[in-house]
């Protein structure tokens, strides 16, 4: 049995910080971040909103265009690294927003790979035989964790939720296969110091604000452009694919010239290649579902069609899937 992709939905913030706002907040400027990162504006929530008002919204969504009923979900798997609360889980609190009664679920922390982990336990439960309608949600409130301070980190990154439903296929389309990597070795060069059961928060924590995104940029970088491209060809020769054979790439949007590395080694061209990171900038685990509802909304998607997802991520974890759409 084989799981597919059957609804799609996604859900953006409206409030748009665009380069110039940013410009406002910390020593930089509009072209230094469109020339580094491809960025030009993202999205955050209002006060009072968080990752589990978007994942309810987005999930609504897609419960409207599949035509269930929130008691028809068997499983929530929310993909993010910013909770509503450490426990109980976004899943939760999406659930009992929805109504979904009958439906169990859990959180899954995979950062910027996140939604691919996620994707692929939620495919496993359904080609198990014992579930058949699976919500998986990518979504992330990353302005909850960014210090408006350091220009290096709060300038990529924006809000914003996507989801699909997974159900079991009814023909020869669904998840083909996926390749998932985790070096824990990379940890030191992108996290966050505190608030974890190591640091507990503290008033010397906060201080020193160690409750927000850290990174090394360029180490991250130099590892994130080989590691995104090498899965995607591993993935495409595992399956005797070439890039001609994909019809859509859908890279998360971390960075636009590691998306184009990554393309120009893989071999496709801008027509293949899903690029909205200008709009969004990194919205972590909601990036991939994010630009797989927008593909399919502007009819880039079609029966049959192969599609290649690939990100790289915190972990480090890095990974990529192949789908027959």
């Not at 393309?263 to 801008?270: P, V």
Request: aromatic content about 8%; some cysteine; charged content about 20%.
């Amino acid at each position: 049995m084989k799981s597919a992709i059957t609804a799609t939905a996604r859900y953006l913030p409206e409030r748009i910080f665009t380069n110039a706002d940013m410009e406002k907040l910390v020593d930089t400027n509009d072209e230094w971040i469109r020339t580094r990162t491809g960025i030009s504006e993202r999205r955050f929530v209002v006060p009072g909103q968080a990752t589990a008002d978007m994942g309810t919204r987005v999930t609504q969504q897609l419960l409207e265009r599949s035509g269930y009923s929130p008691e028809e979900i068997d499983v929530i798997i929310v993909a993010t690294i910013t909770p509503d609360l450490l426990f109980p889980s976004t899943a939760a609190l999406i659930q009992n927003n929805l109504g979904a009664k009958n439906a169990w679920g859990f959180d899954l922390s995979g950062a910027c790979t996140g939604f691919l982990f996620a994707l692929e336990t939620g495919a496993k439960l359904v080609e198990s035989g014992k579930y058949s309608k699976v919500v998986v949600i990518g979504a992330d409130t990353m302005s909850s964790i960014l210090n408006f301070e350091d220009r290096n980190t709060c300038v990529l990154f924006g809000d914003g939720a996507g989801a699909v439903l997974l159900e079991p296929s009814l023909n020869q389309s669904g998840i083909i296969d996926a390749k998932l990597h985790l070096d824990g070795s990379g940890s030191k060069y992108l996290f966050m110091p505190a608030g974890g059961s190591l640091k507990p928060a503290s008033a010397e924590t906060v201080a020193n604000k160690e409750h927000y995104v850290q990174q090394d940029g360029k180490a991250v970088f130099k590892v994130a452009a080989k590691g995104m491209a090498d899965v995607s060809l591993e993935i495409l020769e595992r399956n005797n694919f070439n890039g001609s054979d994909v019809t859509l790439f859908i890279p998360h949007q971390a960075n636009k010239r590691i998306i184009d590395i990554t393309s120009k080694r893989c071999g496709f061209h801008e027509d293949q290649v899903v690029i909205n990171i200008g709009k969004y900038g990194n919205t972590t685990a909601g990036t991939i579902p994010i630009g797989i509802d927008e593909s399919v909304e502007k009819g880039k998607l079609r029966s049959g069609d192969l599609l290649l997802l690939a990100a790289f991520g915190a972990g480090y974890s890095w990974g990529s899937m192949l789908i027959r759409w």
